[in-house]
T-cell receptor
Framework: AQKVTQAQTEISVVEKEDVTLDCVYE???????LFWYKQPPSGELVFLIR??????QNEISGRYSWNFQKSTSSFNFTITASQVVDSAVYFC???????????FGTGTRLQVFP | DAGVIQSPRHEVTEMGQEVTLRCKPI?????LFWYRQTMMRGLELLIY????????DSGMPEDRFSAKMPNASFSTLKIQPSEPRDSAVYFC?????????????FGQGTRLTVV
């Protein structure tokens, strides 16, 4: 069965701190896709990144970086030098190759204080 | 493009009433998804369409829920009769190509309150 676990319910940091959001997934498929979405206070879900199971290269986009490790079934997300505007709920999600259904984790609420 | 457009943004209705939520996907997108977000269950997929055809409705909670996509630019999610436990934020999303391989773009959601 497929499952996504985000063990951190809420994280609070002070601006300019680095923060890592954890994501652990379960799947029996060898081909699958992992996603991160951001849900700011305004409520909409904003796509951040997608990785497929064959691409374990880490990705960096500005202050954001993602660490995908198949050996530990993890797809962690790091924000460097956090800013108040990063305050949001962040969701990790999984899709297996035989379906277009996204299975979301429960989300991690990040609060960045000035 | 204006993005995925959902209406209404907020809906308050009395138990037993019919509720219809509407969605206009991004033009050219061939996949449309309906999700529900609650505190208890998080984000869960209700149903999704490919080229206007329902592909997987296993997430629809019960027969009171129905969804249609009469054309490529419009979809509805109907609840009849509504119950207080249906209170949630309902999101519509669309994607170009297989949803597993591409990002889905979400609307701003409809916050439904059933009293």
């Amino acid at each position: 069965a497929q499952k996504v676990t985000q063990a951190q319910t809420e994280i609070s940091v002070v601006e300019k701190e680095d923060v890592t959001l954890d994501c652990v997934y379960e799947t029996r498929d060898t081909t699958y896709y992992l996603f991160w979405y951001k849900q700011p206070p305004s409520g909409e879900l904003v796509f951040l990144i997608r990785r497929n199971s064959f691409d374990e290269q880490n990705e960096i986009s500005g202050r954001y970086s993602w660490n995908f490790q198949k050996s530990t079934s993890s797809f962690n997300f790091t924000i460097t030098a956090s800013q108040v505007v990063d305050s949001a709920v962040y969701f990790c999600a999984l899709s297996e190759d035989n379906t277009d259904k996204l299975i979301f984790g429960t989300g991690t609420r990040l609060q960045v204080f000035p | 493009d204006a993005g995925v457009i959902q209406s209404p943004r907020h809906e308050v209705t009395e138990m037993g009433q019919e509720v219809t939520l509407r969605c206009k996907p991004i033009s050219g997108h061939d996949y449309l998804f309906w999700y529900r977000q609650t505190m208890m269950r998080g984000l869960e997929l209700l149903i999704y369409f490919n080229n206007n055809v329902p592909i997987d409705d296993s997430g629809m909670p019960e027969d009171r829920f129905s969804a249609k996509m009469p054309n490529a630019s419009f979809s509805t999610l109907k609840i009849q009769p509504s119950e207080p436990r249906d209170s949630a934020v309902y999101f519509c999303a669309s994607s170009l190509g297989q949803g597993r391989r591409t990002e889905a773009f979400f609307g701003q959601g409809t916050r439904l309150t059933v009293v």
